[in-house]
Nanobody
């Protein structure tokens, strides 16, 4: 059984900050890439940022310079520090574990709402 648990979402004013955290456990044989995706109402799910087990990172253009992703390989956790938040960042944020074999695991999502 696999558990992907996110925390840290909430309501914040424009320009504010939030930190999302995700803990993965269970029968996952590889945590090759861990990342965050988001889905706003009426839109497709999109990649926000991801990080490989070796530490290399990848960011969507719309968060570069504002968000920072990090992970703890020993604890199988990944975090997303979100600064300078904008109303257009409002979405449900999902934690993803990519095993590198075509198998992905998803969390249940956490709501982030940025008010103007």
């Amino acid at each position: 059984q696999v558990h992907i648990v996110e925390s840290g979402g909430g309501l914040v004013q424009s320009g504010g900050s939030l930190r999302l955290s995700c803990a993965a456990s269970g029968r996952i044989f590889s945590f090759y890439v861990m990342g965050w995706y988001r889905q706003a109402p009426g839109k497709e799910r999109e990649l926000v940022a991801d990080i490989r087990s070796g530490g290399s990172t990848n960011y969507a253009d719309f968060v570069k310079g504002r968000f920072t992703i990090s992970r703890d390989n020993a604890k199988n956790t990944v975090s997303l520090q979100m600064n300078s938040l904008k109303p257009e960042d409002t979405a449900v944020y999902y934690c993803n574990v990519n095993t590198g074999t075509g198998i992905h695991y998803w969390g249940q999502g956490t709501q982030v709402t940025v008010s103007s």
